[in-house]
Antibody, heavy 118, light 109 residues
Framework: QVQLVESGGGVVQPGRSLRLSCAAS????????MHWVRQAPGKGLEWVAI????????DYADSVKGRFTISRDNSKNTLDLQMNSLRPEDTAVYYC???????????WGQGTLVTVSS | QSALTQPASVSGSPGQSITISCTGT?????????VSWYQHHPGRAPKLMIY???KRPSGVSHRFSGSRSGNTASLTISGLQAEDEADYYC?????????FGGGTKLTVL
């Protein structure tokens, strides 16, 4: 059974950094691309970033490009999201998700809340 | 890339059928056979219900079905049950990025 467990959320001041992690289990992590998706309070879902199965390819939403970095460690089955220069509009629940099939976002974690506020 | 357009809310009585629309453009919904639908009960992990426009993951009820016409995809839920009450989101691959709809709140009366 696929399990994705996010951690690292919390309250942070604007301009500061935060690193999110996702522990994956129940599937062969090293053969799947992974995404981060977020949901701001009272808003819809927003795709944030993707990393290929081996970490060689990455892409980002325009709203986070240059500030966020997605990475993975296939030896530890973990996915990370380094978030720098945080803004109040980055406040959201961040979900770790597993890619399936051709280009589908499949399984999701429970999410971790990031609040950017002074 | 703009968000896909979904109705804010839909409702139906138990046993009835409802359809949720998801309107995009020729750059996303209309271009790729890569539309998916998610069920989200607040506080829980979203769940994949439909992928690649019409396909149903194993374990998802046959009451859920997907379709597409032009730039509009649709999710139909037949035989509504109380447990279907949730938020539903569509998503389309758009050549990276992926773009989501704003979400539709389904109320089972």
């Amino acid at each position: 059974q696929v399990q994705l467990v996010e951690s690292g959320g919390g309250v942070v001041q604007p301009g500061r950094s935060l690193r999110l992690s996702c522990a994956a289990s129940g599937f062969t992590f090293s053969t799947h691309g992974m995404h981060w998706v977020r949901q701001a309070p009272g808003k819809g879902l927003e795709w944030v970033a993707i990393i290929s199965y081996d970490g060689s390819d990455k892409d980002y939403a325009d709203s986070v490009k240059g500030r966020f970095t997605i990475s993975r460690d296939n030896s530890k089955n973990t996915l990370d999201l380094q978030m720098n220069s945080l803004r109040p509009e980055d406040t959201a629940v961040y979900y770790c998700t597993k890619a399936v099939g051709v280009a589908t976002i499949g399984d999701w974690g429970q999410g971790t809340l990031v609040t950017v506020s002074s | 890339q703009s968000a896909l357009t979904q109705p804010a809310s839909v409702s139906g009585s138990p046993g009835q059928s409802i359809t949720i629309s998801c309107t995009g453009t020729s750059s996303d919904v209309g271009s790729y056979d890569l539309v998916s639908w998610y069920q989200h009960h607040p506080g829980r992990a979203p769940k994949l219900m439909i992928y690649e426009v019409t396909k149903r993951p194993s374990g998802v009820s046959h009451r859920f079905s997907g379709s597409r016409s032009g730039n509009t995809a649709s999710l139909t839920i037949s035989g509504l049950q109380a447990e279907d009450e949730a938020d539903y989101y569509c998503c389309s691959y758009a050549g990276s990025p992926w773009v989501f709809g704003g979400g539709t709140k389904l109320t089972v009366l």
